[in-house]
């Protein structure tokens, strides 16, 4: 499955590689569908190296190292990098919800838990862990506990893009609030603020919500 314009900008403008993951396709037209019509998917993106003055440069090259493995689908030497990174330096958020999407990638929603959950403890507003929490409740069926996780994310962290982006899915697809899944459209847009395929999609809400009130 090909990225999203959306997130391949995205991971031009992190200070490091990132790991665009792509999860819940629903379904296209038949035939050739208009570009409005192209599919709507939850998307997350691995966490950049740290940015830490305290941050040794060894442990640094071995977080960059483990998300350039990461990217390239190798999850098992990712996820053990990213826990030889944990006991070196052990305070960081990030290296846990990288961990989170290797184990959500395989299957092991317990273990994503697990590591979401530590990344919270250590950051409670943190917004990428935030963002998975918000994905896995997605992927369970949680559509309420997602939205309030991805709300607290861009809570803490409003230049957040991709949770703006996520909630506009989750709002059009899953809870059926087309207003409100246009607003995070747009918010998301606002931010990144060149991605055609999502001001087509905005174009499209705009044009159905209109229906809609009409």
């Known amino acids: 499955m090909s990225l999203p314009h959306s997130i391949s900008r995205l991971a031009l403008h992190t200070p490091a590689l990132l790991a665009a993951l792509l999860l819940a396709a629903c379904g296209s037209s038949p035939g050739k569908p208009d570009a409005a019509e192209q599919p709507r998917e939850i998307a997350e993106a691995a966490v950049p190296a740290p940015t830490y003055d305290d941050v040794p440069p060894a442990a640094m090259t071995l977080f960059e190292q483990a998300t350039a493995v990461m990217a ?16 070196r330096f052990p305070d960081y958020p990030g290296a846990y919800t990288n961990l989170a ?39 369970t069926g949680n559509f309420l506990e997602a939205e309030a996780a991805y709300l607290k994310a861009v809570t803490a ?8 982006y996520n909630l506009g899915v989750l709002n059009e697809l899953y809870l059926q609030r087309l207003e409100v899944a246009l607003q995070h459209f747009e918010q998301y847009q606002s931010i990144v603020g060149d991605d055609e395929q999502v001001e087509r999609w905005i174009a499209d809400l705009k044009r159905r919500v209109a229906a809609a009130q009409g």
């Open 157 to 164: 962290s409003p230049g957040y893009a991709l949770a703006h």
């Open 101 to 139: 999407i290797i184990h959500a990638h395989n299957g092991d929603d317990t273990a994503a838990q697990a590591a979401i959950d530590a990344a919270l403890a250590l950051n409670p507003n943190y917004a990428p862990a935030l963002n998975q929490q918000g994905m896995l409740f997605r992927k």
């Open 72 to 87: 390239t689908g190798d999850y098992l030497d990712a996820e053990l990098r990213f826990k030889d990174f944990l006991l």
